[in-house]
């Protein structure tokens, strides 16, 4: 990592864990393009008695621990950002909604402004929402005047992955994720580091 590089944040948020994995993923592609990297969560607001009566909630929780949890500060930070969030009803989980919503006074400053933008997601089902749920994540970026950055159909490993232009989209059963899907997320992200080195010039 040269002392001119790019910064990425990985901001994320993950219940059972395939949201976790696929940040990961994220993140060491990053890295391996250059990129200094922040990966981050966001901070679990479901009551601590729902969590802990789910075994894998709290199983997925507990390994999150070492990851530090997200902050307005890690957003202005970044010269990119990489969001990936579970869909939930067709829309982001409500956890990352909730950290987005901590970012008003970044967005009103604009801090948030020129900076490159992509999104990942996973759900139970492949119509369960994945491409409305990228959708409205990038609605958000738009309101921030952040540079989106899709994947669109730039590699091959696109389709191998299911086809999905917007991001990386997992169709989560509880299995691990994918190598047709590790290798859509790391062209993403080591495309986001391409294409924010350009923009920064």
Known sequence: MTQNAVKIAVVFYSTYGTGLAMAREAAEAAREAGAEVRLVRVAETAP????????AWKANLDAMQDIPVAT?????????????????????????????DTLGGLWASGKLANKTFSAMTSAQNPNGGQETTLQTLY?????WGAILTPPGY?????????GNSYGASVTANGQPVSDADKASIRHQAKRQVELTQKLRG
């Open 139 to 143: 609605f958000t970026a738009m309101h």
């Open 48 to 55: 601590e008695a729902v969590v802990n009566g789910q075994d």
């Open 154 to 162: 730039s590699d091959p490993v696109i389709f191998a992955s299911g």
């Open 72 to 100: 307005p500060a890690d957003m202005e930070w970044a010269d990119g950002y990489i969001f990936s969030s579970p869909t939930r009803f067709g829309g982001a989980a409500s956890q990352m909604r909730a950290f987005i």
